[in-house]
């Protein structure tokens, strides 16, 4: 009896062992499925990570854009000029002699012709008194001896002295009306006197200024010019004129440019007339911009943005790849004439490119931008 209900219970024990290995056996195949689905998970996760993580490792650069667009351009020579008067005269006496009148004073309005002031001609007008009475005698003598030779009577060469000594007379008394008028000082053009010299009683002399008339409804700028610009400056340039001490800007055209260069300076000259004006005054100071070069539509940029190698000349331009990405280009240009930090570009960039202007020094072709 005792060994039967052994053996029962080592049957129970074995079925009982044999049940649980079964289990853990089963148990242990379903771990290792579901490690390999969580496994592939987590590839699928560490690939979509590492993509992220790559994408974020892009360096981009911060950069500003300008729009290129077509607008006028025009280049300048800058020059100092001075202002005068087209008709600028400091009248002097023609014969010397002490003043006895002085007939205007400064600010008054002067034809050409009118007197301005008179010197003493006291002994010219007695002078011509005593060549008066002279004239008188020889015309007289004249007259009788040309009817004696009408009739036939007397020399003809006393005659012909008669009349060479009358004639002589009359050109002498003409000559001395033409110095006595001289002792008159008038004015050779209309205008404003600027400035009396004279005083009564000084003694004036030929060459020494004596009446200053200035004609301000003709006003031009000299001024002189590098010898480098002679071929780009001409006549008809236009001009834009500022008086500093005034405030006042003007356009205007040069009017002339002088054909010999000056050999001490290497300069030219240039005159640009300039419009009548009550608060203009001979001597001004005067700052010329002419223009040397213009163009009515001209792809322009700033002068700093555009670099340089040994053989070109380049800017960046930003573009986007074919992802959508916004990504530097260079872009090789040529350029023509520059000023006042702008530069005209004659070949390579069109209206619509976006010229990176700001943060183009780190820039390198293909990199990422970031506006």
């Not at 003709?218 to 480098?228: C, F, G, P, Q």
């Not at 054909?259 to 419009?275: A, C, D, L």
């Amino acid at each position: 009896m005792k060994n039967i209900l052994m053996l029962i219970f080592f049957s129970i024990l074995f079925f009982a062992c044999g049940n649980s290995t079964n289990d853990k056996k089963r148990e242990l195949e379903n771990l290792k499925k579901e490690q390999e689905t969580i496994s592939a998970k987590i590839k699928k996760l560490e690939d979509q990570i590492s993509r992220a993580d790559t994408t974020n490792k892009i360096k981009f650069l911060d950069v500003e854009v300008t729009s290129v667009i077509a607008v006028p351009f025009r280049s300048y020579v800058q020059v100092q000029g001075k202002l005068d008067a087209d008709e600028n005269i400091n009248v002097s006496a023609q014969m010397a002699g002490t003043v006895k009148s002085i007939y205007v004073k400064e600010g008054d309005n002067v034809k050409a012709g009118q007197i301005l002031a008179e010197l003493d001609d006291a002994v010219m007008r007695q002078g011509i008194e005593e060549l008066k009475s002279q004239l008188a005698f020889a015309t007289d003598l004249f007259n009788k001896q040309k009817n004696l030779w009408d009739q036939k009577i007397g020399s003809e060469i006393q005659f012909l002295s008669a009349k060479n000594n009358k004639e002589s007379m009359v050109n002498k008394m003409q000559t001395m009306n033409e110095q006595l008028a001289m002792y008159k000082i008038k004015s050779p053009i209309n205008g404003i006197v600027d400035d009396v010299s004279l005083k009564l009683g000084q003694v004036a002399a030929p060459g020494l200024p004596a009446v200053r008339v200035v004609n301000m409804n003709s006003l031009k700028i000299k001024a002189d010019v590098a010898e480098s610009y002679a071929a780009k400056i001409h006549e008809g340039n236009l001009v834009t004129i500022e008086f500093p001490d005034m405030g006042k800007q003007i356009d205007s055209k040069v009017s002339f440019v002088s054909r010999v260069i000056n050999s001490m300076n290497r300069t030219f000259g240039v005159q640009v007339n300039v419009p009548s004006d009550p608060e203009l005054h001979p001597n001004m100071i005067a700052h010329l911009k002419i223009v040397d070069y213009q163009s009515s539509s001209s792809i322009v940029i700033p002068l700093n943005v555009v670099q340089n190698s040994d053989v070109e000349k380049y800017v960046f331009i930003a573009v986007k790849n074919e992802s959508g990405k916004l990504v530097a280009h260079k872009q090789l240009i040529q350029t023509g004439r520059d000023y006042l930090g702008q530069i005209e570009i004659l070949e390579g960039l069109r209206e619509g490119d976006s010229l990176i202007t700001k943060g183009y020094q780190d820039v390198e072709e293909g990199g990422f931008l970031r506006l």
